[in-house]
């Protein structure tokens, strides 16, 4: 391929592109004024755009270890383009001052300077210097779109996408894959919080939970809940999207500000009052012709997005990290489980995590509804070798063993038409496994712990068998466990246990 001279000229050259001008230590209010000719007027004051591409390129997207000809080609004609091109850098910091302090540089032609102030207001700021731990190149306006992923050298060039979720998310995967790789820990694509609450002897205790969960599953919303819990009980929320879970049992937070999606936050009244804020930057939300800002109406998008403000969202801090790790909360669409259950081992729960499980929607394809849809570890952002992911996990269950695994249910209960599994339910069953008062049994058809009873009025309707016989249930069930295991399967490598699990 290339000579170790030029290898280390071409790594040069990938992580510090040469431009006509390079705008640097540009403050959010500059950059504002930078980006006014793509601002859409609107009533609330804030920063709202509308993009060409409205949601992440995963199809476009490539993984590149070894450079070959058509590579080099593309990137010779990119940096040919950048040379006469004025290119805004923001040097930010993944991670609060206490955490893992990964620093990122993110350059992006100056016509795009709203996806360079997305980005400063996303993450920490940081001193503008050459050196980063991860690079990102953003060119929207090319011909061609392209999303070129290095992880050796730690950089993505993203070419003709203007969408910002693909800038913050080429950030946090590299930053996922530095942990993986380099600190013996885990990127996790995963909310957490801090519940302060008391047990039934009246003891309060702190716990940390991190809260798993594919696109339409409540990840958001379990995160941001208060559970109705009263001073000097409440909730502590953290991190909405990724977490660095190291090999002690902590877990390292890594944004500033959240980025939230808008398609139904008018139903979610603490990231309403967020996404409400003047100091929010939105994305492809419709305002309507008297400038006021209407989340409800998806004509631009269902994709619609915000990256508002964290101490706009109630019971947040400034604090992102978690010291302790207690609980992981792996959010499962289903039709067909209790609304929640406990997990009976580390190889279960990385079998779980493995399986990354919900159900597909009406809104991705009607005509599979219900349909069983994975995701290894909910992350789709895994940059390769999703095995190691599962392993990892295995290994820091089996070294924090007082950390406790729950699977929810935050579909129905008796098919595609059964009873419905409200946001009510599963904040009520938190809570209760939170206080530690439930009781629980060992199911051997589900293969994991269910309760008893559940600690509210009507709880004893989503007992699953009192919508299926048991040899219904144990036929399903069976079916289910046998599609799982053929999944895991898939993935050579994966510990043996972790499959035996199932």
């Known amino acids: 391929?290339?000579?170790?001279?030029?290898?280390?000229?071409?790594?040069?050259?990938?992580?510090?592109?040469?431009?006509?001008?390079?705008?640097?230590?540009?403050?959010?209010?500059?950059?504002?004024?930078?980006?006014?000719?793509?601002?859409?007027?609107?009533?609330?004051?804030?920063?709202?755009?509308?993009?060409?591409?409205?949601?992440?390129?995963?199809?476009?997207?490539?993984?590149?270890?070894?450079?070959?000809?058509?590579?080099?080609?593309l990137l010779e004609q990119v940096w040919g383009y950048l040379r006469w091109q004025q290119m805004i850098r923001v040097t930010s910091r993944i991670g609060s001052p206490e955490g893992a302090q990964i620093r990122t540089n993110l350059y992006v032609t100056r016509r795009y300077a709203r996806i360079a102030q997305m980005y400063s207001y996303n993450f920490y700021p940081q001193a503008d210097e050459d050196f980063a731990d991860i690079v990102t190149v953003v060119v929207p306006e090319w011909h061609q779109r392209k999303i070129l992923v290095f992880p050796e050298h730690r950089v993505t060039y993203i070419l003709g996408s203007d969408y910002y979720g693909e800038t913050k998310m080429a950030t946090l995967r590299m930053a996922m894959h530095i942990v993986r790789e380099e600190m013996n820990g885990l990127g996790l694509h995963a909310g957490s919080k801090l519940a302060r609450v008391r047990d039934d002897g009246g003891n309060l205790s702190e716990k940390g939970l991190l809260i798993f969960g594919l696109s339409g599953t409540g990840k958001t919303t379990i995160t941001t809940a208060d559970h109705g819990l009263q001073s000097p009980e409440g909730v502590e929320v953290l991190q909405d999207d990724i977490n660095l879970l190291l090999s002690d049992g902590s877990s390292l937070g890594t944004e500033r500000n959240y980025y939230i999606k808008t398609d139904n936050v008018s139903r979610q009244e603490p990231l309403l009052r967020a996404a409400r804020?003047?100091?929010?930057?939105?994305?492809?939300?419709?305002?309507?012709?008297?400038?006021?800002?209407?989340?409800?109406?998806?004509?631009?998008?269902?994709?619609?997005?915000?990256?508002?403000?964290?101490?706009?969202?109630?019971?947040?801090?400034?604090?992102?990290?978690?010291?302790?790790?207690?609980?992981?909360?792996?959010?499962?669409?289903?039709?067909?489980?209790?609304?929640?259950?406990?997990?009976?081992?580390?190889?279960?729960?990385?079998?779980?995590?493995?399986?990354?499980?919900?159900?597909?929607?009406?809104?991705?394809?009607?005509?599979?509804?219900?349909?069983?849809?994975?995701?290894?570890?909910?992350?789709?952002?895994?940059?390769?070798?999703?095995?190691?992911?599962?392993?990892?996990?295995?290994?820091?269950?089996?070294?924090?063993?007082?950390?406790?695994?729950y699977v929810l249910n935050t579909g129905r209960v008796g098919g595609r038409d059964g009873l419905n599994v409200t946001p009510e339910v599963t904040f009520r069953c938190i809570e209760a496994l939170l206080r530690g008062s439930l009781t629980w049994r060992y199911d051997d058809i589900l293969g994991y712990e269910i309760p008893e009873a559940l600690p509210f009025e009507g709880g004893e309707a989503y007992d699953p068998y009192r919508h299926y016989s048991r040899e219904e249930y144990a036929k399903a069930i069976g079916d289910l466990r046998k599609e799982r295991r053929e999944y895991l399967r898939g993935f050579s490598g994966l510990a043996r246990e972790v499959l035996d699990s199932i």
């Open 277 to 405: 804020d003047r100091r929010a930057i939105l994305e492809n939300v419709w305002v309507d012709d008297d400038g006021e800002i209407n989340f409800d109406n998806h004509a631009i998008s269902t994709n619609g997005r915000g990256l508002v403000p964290r101490e706009a969202i109630p019971n947040t801090s400034d604090r992102i990290d978690l010291p302790r790790v207690d609980i992981l909360l792996f959010n499962m669409r289903r039709n067909d489980t209790p609304p929640v259950g406990r997990l009976v081992s580390p190889e279960q729960a990385a079998a779980y995590f493995m399986l990354g499980e919900s159900t597909i929607t009406s809104a991705e394809d009607p005509s599979r509804v219900g349909q069983a849809k994975r995701v290894v570890g909910f992350d789709p952002f895994i940059v390769d070798r999703p095995h190691t992911n599962g392993n990892r996990l295995l290994q820091i269950l089996r070294g924090s063993p007082h950390i406790g695994c």
């Open 1 to 73: 391929m290339f000579e170790e001279e030029s290898g280390t000229v071409l790594a040069e050259r990938l992580r510090h592109p040469v431009c006509r001008s390079l705008l640097r230590d540009v403050t959010d209010e500059e950059l504002r004024a930078l980006a006014a000719h793509e601002l859409v007027a609107n009533n609330q004051g804030s920063s709202l755009y509308v993009t060409r591409i409205r949601s992440r390129s995963k199809e476009f997207t490539e993984l590149v270890y070894a450079i070959d000809e058509s590579h080099l080609l």
